[in-house]
């Protein structure tokens, strides 16, 4: 039996959890779509899609415990959500796995690298084939892709982090080429700079304390990326008009240095 007797859109939330993914979810929610959430941790999906519900309607969010690192995890998750609400109109992306202290490539272990590439780029990958045909059919869809600083260019210590960001953006690239005149939108988002959520956003600011800089945790929108303004972003990016349909878009804080990112 459909979970989606009203037909709404459907957002397929890849990479669901606090922060980004519940910001862009819950914008998403509001403006009328059904969510789907997907991740590997049921605990965190099941906050999410309540506090959804609880804000929005009844119904709207639901959740699909998922491991990224396995395709027929994904494959199985997406036949359950087009079984349960219908096509998938909009996919966003957001997985993604790195450290928070840096390693030396000479000490980067297989595991981690194969995990972390696994999450970065193969879930994108396999998911972007679960909903692809659909959005073909329709002659319309959107695809988003969260990437970072790192898809850009390789730092010290994130060996096990870039090259799947690296290929997240070459896929999005390749997407685009091959479908974008078959009306599917794709975007690679470039969040240049730390997030205010509980992981990085939370040692950046116990740093600021340390330092007796309690002047920038009162200006924290300055210089952290809000999940809450970044979902603004992406509803701006699905919205936008074919004619000037927007690729690859950086963002950052105000005062977050740009000239050291390139």
């Known amino acids: 039996m459909s979970k989606n007797l009203a037909k709404k859109p459907v957002l397929a939330l890849v990479g669901a959890g606090p922060g980004i993914g519940e910001a862009v979810a819950h914008r998403f929610a509001k403006e009328g779509f059904t969510v789907a959430l997907l991740a590997r941790t049921e605990d965190k999906l099941q906050t999410i899609a309540a506090t959804i519900n609880d804000d ?18 994904i494959i199985s998750a997406f036949q359950r959500i087009k079984a349960d609400l ?17 390693r030396a490539l000479i000490d980067t272990t297989t595991e981690e690298f194969e995990n972390f590439t696994k999450i ?23 695809i988003l892709f969260t990437s970072a600083t790192g898809a850009l260019r390789g730092m010290p210590g994130l060996a096990s982090f870039s090259p ?31 997030v205010d959520g509980k992981l990085i956003g939370g040692v950046v600011k116990r740093q600021w304390e340390r330092a007796g800089e309690s002047d920038k945790i009162k200006d924290v929108d300055s210089y952290l990326v809000q999940p809450a303004d970044l979902a603004h972003t992406y509803w701006f990016l699905h919205t936008q008009p074919r004619s000037t ?10 005062k977050e240095t740009l000239f050291t990112k390139l």
């Not at 992306?93 to 450290?99: E, S, V």
């Open 56 to 73: 929005v309607s009844a119904g709207t969010a639901h959740y699909y415990v998922t491991d990224l690192r396995i395709e027929d995890s």
């Open 86 to 102: 219908g096509p998938v109109n909009v996919l966003v992306y957001n997985a993604g796995a790195r450290r928070v202290n840096g």
């Open 120 to 142: 970065n780029l193969h879930g994108a990958f396999w998911s972007s084939k679960q909903v692809i045909p659909d959005m073909l059919a329709a002659g319309k869809g959107t």
């Open 164 to 194: 799947g960001k690296f290929g997240l953006r070459s896929l999005c690239q390749i997407i685009t080429r091959e479908y974008q005149a078959k009306g599917i939108h794709a975007v690679n988002i470039i969040v240049d700079g730390p």
């Open 245 to 254: 349909w927007t690729q690859e878009l950086d963002v950052r804080a105000m």
